[in-house]
């Protein structure tokens, strides 16, 4: 769903934006994860599909970062089934850093990925200027999703988690940090 920032207050309150035209199998629902069994069902979904497989990413790795108290995690889900999971860093010399946006082998391609990606996006534009992510070198495709989102290359960080593969860090801006004026709260630990 998407966020409204007000001058006092970033909230969620309107339903999440519709899928690309012409998929009619419903809007996601997007929420805070809020359950321990949530997270476990992200985790399970990250470790087993690209471009985590390829990084090595255990179970035990995902499920301590969809954990981590420091971080907002948010999932996409029709009904009981949780189609994929966003987790994003405002904290740090990165703030507004897109850590994690992971969609289902079988839910991909439907546009969840691209309303996660909006979602986050307003999220972070509500307490900074700049969105900033990493995409895997093999990833075209997630890199070709943020590319058309408006995203630009500004660094590559070479064998940074495997040998032979890039992360390339990426930036969608709205100014400069200078020039912001925080339009939410700052981020909360969510519980």
Known sequence: MPLSCAKSSCTIDEPAETLRAGI????PDIQPIAAQGEAETCARMMCA???????????????????????????????????????????????????TLCVAE????????????????????CVSPNVFMCVSSFNVGAKSLYLRSGYSIVGELTDY?????????????????????QQGP?????K
């Open 106 to 125: 079988k839910s991909r391609g439907q546009g969840i990925g691209s309303a996660l990606l909006r979602f986050g996006e307003e999220r972070i534009f």
């Open 24 to 27: 009619s199998m419903g809007t």
């Open 186 to 190: 700052p981020p909360a630990p969510i």
């Open 161 to 181: 988690i495997v040998a032979g593969h890039s992360e390339i860090l990426l930036r969608k801006t709205r100014g400069p940090l200078k020039e912001f004026v």
């Open 49 to 99: 599909s690209e471009p985590w497989l390829t990084l090595g990413r255990t179970y035990e790795a995902a499920l301590g970062t969809l954990t981590d108290h420091t971080k907002e995690v948010y999932r996409a889900s029709r009904g009981e089934e949780i189609l994929a999971f966003l987790i994003l860093d405002l904290n740090g010399p990165l703030k507004g850093y897109i850590q």
